[in-house]
């Protein structure tokens, strides 16, 4: 292994190739994708494996490896702006450039990487492609990779491929779809072509109280049937809008619906009228529009969100939310719980897991707590995070065997 780090050494230099404690790893930045492709023709060819990480890199260990060496490689230096094109609202990023650092770039043009939730942004571009997870989407613009136009990456062989940026009717077969949310196991995307918007000329909040979780859910889809498509939506249960909105009065069965709207003034309106018809058909009441700007405020980080935050979540589609929800409810009665990162496909359910005092649950119990929960959620219909469906696994192996045969890209993922 210390053979290995004083070739990778030599490629990308010394001090961008770090030990990683209590393992058979180093961690290696590369500082361009030809250095990424040497290190990768040099790891394979000495049989250590390549885990591909991103801007939020933590020293785990990989599920099995056992002890074969491994090349953690961070992007972490591959974070640069190649080309913005703001008449096509095209702009192609280097994979380790985050997605809040590129909105920084954007705003004073404005133009945005569209409403996705703040949180997923401090993530690396390459991350937010390449794994998969239920929180990249907005029911404005859809999910994160539907964004990607084109992405570059490098193969288990050292080859680099570049998928052309082009209508997609004169395409064909789509590489990068392939890239996307696979989890560095084909390639390590090195740059992304990104669609960009328009930041929008007007943003709209509005609060409602519902009379149960169960008709808020059914108005979040009804609004988004009638191609409603809000910028952000959350159903908060009364036991998690007591802990984060004190003095809201509300009984026990009823939930708070608030949602934010956005695009051209007219837009925005419309889209928070449809939201308000929706919830008014469910029996549904109009609520102090404070707590949607409290909302909004704490989603983007300018006024802290009280502790403790979420510790479970799954997601589900729109036949089976409600019973997913009332299904972890049951499971842990002290509970408190949301339901947001709506789209047509389902949305998401939080949880967070406290004890008669409102102080998070840890060790035994909350192991206990999740279990439960986990159980639950999947009894009635819902995926848990990093679950996902397995009926394509033999087309999956056989690509994965075609571009690696030797096993070398994140051989631990998606088993």
Same mark, same amino acid.
């Given at each position: 292994?210390?053979?290995?780090?004083?070739?990778?050494?030599?490629?990308?230099?010394?001090?961008?190739?770090?030990?990683?404690?209590?393992?058979?790893?180093?961690?290696?930045?590369?500082?361009?994708?030809?250095?990424?492709?040497?290190?990768?023709?040099?790891?394979?060819?000495?049989?250590?494996?390549?885990?591909?990480?991103?801007?939020?890199?933590?020293?785990?260990?990989?599920?099995?490896?056992?002890?074969?060496?491994?090349?953690?490689?961070?992007?972490?230096?591959?974070?640069?702006?190649?080309?913005?094109?703001?008449?096509?609202?095209?702009?192609?990023?280097?994979?380790?450039?985050?997605?809040?650092?590129?909105?920084?770039?954007?705003?004073?043009?404005?133009?945005?990487?569209?409403?996705?939730?703040?949180?997923?942004?401090?993530?690396?571009?390459?991350?937010?492609?390449?794994?998969?997870?239920?929180?990249?989407?907005?029911?404005?613009?859809?999910?994160?990779?539907?964004?990607?136009?084109?992405?570059?990456?490098?193969?288990?062989?050292?080859?680099?491929?570049?998928?052309?940026?082009?209508?997609?009717?004169?395409?064909?077969?789509?590489?990068?779809?392939?890239?996307?949310?696979?989890?560095?196991?084909?390639?390590?995307?090195?740059?992304?072509?990104?669609?960009?918007?328009?930041?929008?000329?007007?943003?709209?909040?509005?609060?409602?109280?519902?009379?149960?979780?169960?008709?808020?859910?059914?108005?979040?889809?009804? $609004? &988004?049937?009638?191609?409603?498509?809000? +910028?952000? #939506?959350?159903?908060?249960? !009364? %036991?998690?809008? *007591? /802990?984060?909105?004190?003095?809201?009065?509300?009984?026990?069965?009823?939930?708070?619906?608030?949602?934010?709207?956005?695009?051209?003034?007219?837009?925005?309106?419309?889209?928070?009228?449809?939201?308000?018809?929706?919830?008014?058909?469910?029996?549904?009441?109009?609520?102090?529009?404070?707590?949607?700007?409290?909302?909004?405020?704490?989603?983007?980080?300018?006024?802290?969100?009280?502790?403790?935050?979420?510790?479970?979540?799954?997601?589900?589609?729109?036949?089976?939310?409600?019973?997913?929800?009332?299904?972890?409810?049951?499971?842990?009665?002290?509970?408190?719980?949301?339901?947001?990162?709506?789209?047509?496909?389902?949305?998401?359910?939080?949880?967070?897991?406290?004890?008669?005092?409102?102080? $998070? &649950?840890?060790?035994?119990?909350?192991? +206990?707590? #999740?279990?439960?929960?986990? !159980? %639950?959620?999947? *009894? /009635?219909?819902?995926?848990?995070?990093?679950?996902?469906?397995?009926?394509?696994?033999?087309?999956?192996?056989?690509?994965?065997?075609?571009?690696?045969?030797?096993?070398?890209?994140?051989?631990?993922?998606?088993?």
């Amino acid at each position: 292994m210390t053979d290995l780090a004083a070739a990778l050494g030599r490629l990308v230099g010394d001090e961008h190739v770090r030990p990683v404690p209590g393992q058979p790893a180093w961690l290696v930045t590369p500082a361009s994708p030809a250095e990424v492709a040497d290190v990768i023709r040099s790891s394979a060819d000495a049989g250590a494996a390549i885990v591909p990480v991103g801007a939020g890199y933590r020293a785990a260990r990989v599920r099995g490896l056992g002890e074969r060496p491994r090349i953690h490689l961070s992007t972490e230096r591959l974070d640069q702006v190649v080309q913005l094109d703001e008449t096509s609202l095209l702009c192609q990023v280097q994979a380790g450039l985050t997605g809040l650092a590129l909105e920084k770039i954007l705003a004073p043009r404005g133009l945005s990487l569209g409403d996705y939730p703040p949180g997923i942004l401090g993530s690396s571009i390459g991350g937010l492609i390449g794994v998969r997870t239920p929180g990249k989407s907005s029911a404005r613009h859809g999910f994160f990779e539907e964004a990607v136009a084109g992405v570059s990456a490098v193969l288990a062989d050292g080859r680099t491929v570049h998928t052309r940026v082009a209508p997609r009717r004169s395409t064909g077969p789509d590489l990068a779809r392939a890239l996307c949310g696979s989890e560095g196991t084909l390639g390590i995307i090195t740059a992304a072509t990104l669609r960009l918007h328009r930041r929008p000329e007007a943003r709209l909040v509005a609060a409602f109280l519902v009379p149960s979780v169960a008709a808020a859910i059914d108005a979040a889809f009804l $609004a &988004l049937r009638e191609e409603c498509a809000p +910028a952000g #939506l959350r159903i908060i249960d !009364a %036991a998690e809008v *007591r /802990a984060q909105f004190p003095g809201v009065a509300l009984g026990d069965s009823e939930a708070l619906l608030v949602a934010a709207t956005a695009g051209p003034t007219d837009l925005a309106a419309c889209d928070r009228d449809l939201i308000a018809s929706a919830v008014d058909a469910e029996g549904g009441r109009a609520a102090d529009v404070g707590l949607a700007e409290l909302w909004w405020r704490r989603r983007f980080g300018l006024e802290a969100t009280p502790e403790p935050g979420p510790m479970f979540q799954a997601s589900a589609g729109p036949g089976e939310l409600t019973a997913a929800y009332h299904a972890v409810r049951a499971a842990v009665p002290g509970a408190r719980l949301h339901v947001s990162r709506f789209d047509l496909d389902g949305a998401v359910v939080f949880a967070t897991f406290v004890d008669g005092s409102g102080a $998070a &649950l840890t060790g035994d119990a909350l192991a +206990a707590a #999740l279990t439960s929960a986990e !159980a %639950a959620a999947t *009894r /009635a219909g819902a995926w848990l995070l990093g679950a996902r469906p397995t009926a394509l696994d033999p087309y999956l192996a056989a690509l994965r065997a075609e571009l690696d045969p030797r096993g070398v890209m994140n051989p631990g993922a998606l088993q």
